[in-house]
Every structure is written in C-alpha cells, then in structure tokens.
C-alpha cells in the first residue's frame, strides 16, 4: 500500500512532504482545506483521526499522527535512520529534546498568539505573557544554531525539518532583525531542493 500523506492546507504537515522529499520515499498526498470561515479541518479528516488534525500519515493501514512520532517513523521505516543521530549518542539525546521542543513548548505561545488574536482588547490582559513566551523560546532557538547552520551536528537533521516552523513564524512576525541566525536558517532552509519540491506538491503555506 501506497504511504498517504493526509495533507490540510496552511498546516505543519508542510514539513512531512518535506521529510519525505528530503528522504526519497514514495507517497501520495490527500488533500483536506479548512473551512474559510472557522480555520478549522473539515469533516473528512475527522473520519481519518477523530481529532481531525494533520499530519496524519498511512503506512499499510497503520494511521500515525503527531508530527514528532511521524517524523521518528518515517526516518527509521523509510529513511534508513537517515536525518537521525546515532542512538546512544549525546546527539540523539538532543535530537529527542528538540523534536519534543518543536511541537511542545515552541507551540504553546504559538498557538496562544494565534487564538488571542481573534479576541481584540480582551487579549490585553495575557499578551505580556504571550510576548514574553515567545521572545524566550525564540531567543533559545537563536543561541542554539550552530556555526554551520543547524541545531545538531554538521548536516541537515530531522530537528532541522521540526525546527523549520516555528523559525518560520518567528521571521513572518517580522523578528528577523532580532534573531538573525533564525533567519538565515529559514532561508537555509527555503534553499533545498527537497522543500521547493514539497512546496510545489503541497502548495505554499503561512505566507511561504
């Protein structure tokens, strides 16, 4: 059975096309759009997962969600431990931190801006903190880019890929002066051959 990409529109299953291109594995895309109005995944991908989210991927049947766990599968099913350190390593143990990173405490601020948003002067009261939030885990993200361009060792890794979004919405929210390394990640980042090929194929996403 083919591996089907369960892809929404203007969402972090951006970056598992891009896993994908980067590790040469064949797979089908089916596309979900959200509703203009809400934002929110429509009914058919509730019937793929319950939670209704994306990514969601299907190898022989096996439905896998999480962006983290999706990455972890794929690199170790189809990319050969590709993109991975080597288990036992301090590299893996930074690998797993990060991966966890991307989707947990990078999202949380996030996520909060992005809600927040939607209720005008009601948000004033939590924007300090949400502000505060991100300038952290921004500024973190910025200290750990290493000399060659990447959070861990010498190459592109699977961190790079996680890492890719929220870098991204760093630089959309014009912080690019503020964390310039960030910034020049992203266009690292932009630069691969591998990422235009899943932007032609999953369509431009946030503004890229």
């Known amino acids: 059975m083919t591996l089907i990409v369960h892809h929404l529109n203007n969402s972090r299953s951006q970056r598992i096309l891009w896993l994908l291109e980067e590790i040469g594995a064949p797979y089908e895309i089916k596309f979900y759009d959200r509703d203009p109005v809400t934002n ?6 509730i019937a793929v997962h319950p939670l209704g989210k994306s990514p969601v991927i299907e190898d022989n049947g096996r439905v896998v969600t ?3 766990a999706i990455t972890e599968y794929l690199c170790e099913r189809h ?3 590709h993109l991975v350190p080597e288990r036992g390593t301090d590299e893996h143990i930074s690998h797993l931190e990060w991966l966890h990173f991307a989707e947990g405490s990078a999202m949380t ?3 909060l801006r992005i809600y927040t948003a939607r209720l005008g002067e009601a948000a004033a009261p939590i924007e300090p903190r949400i502000s505060q939030q991100l300038d952290s885990h921004f500024a973190y993200m910025e200290s750990r880019v290493g000399e060659n361009g990447h959070f861990i060792g010498n190459s592109l890794s699977a961190v790079d890929i996680m890492l890719s979004f929220p870098a991204e919405i760093a630089i959309m929210q014009g912080m ?16 691969r051959p591998a990422w235009r090929r899943a932007r032609e194929k999953g369509g431009a996403y946030y503004g890229y």
């Open 40 to 45: 929110l995944a429509p009914p058919e991908l």
């Open 109 to 111: 601020p996030i996520l």
């Open 79 to 81: 990319g050969g431990g």
């Open 66 to 68: 999480e962006s983290g």
């Open 176 to 191: 690019a002066p503020r964390y310039p390394k960030l910034a020049a990640f992203v266009n690292a980042c932009h630069d």
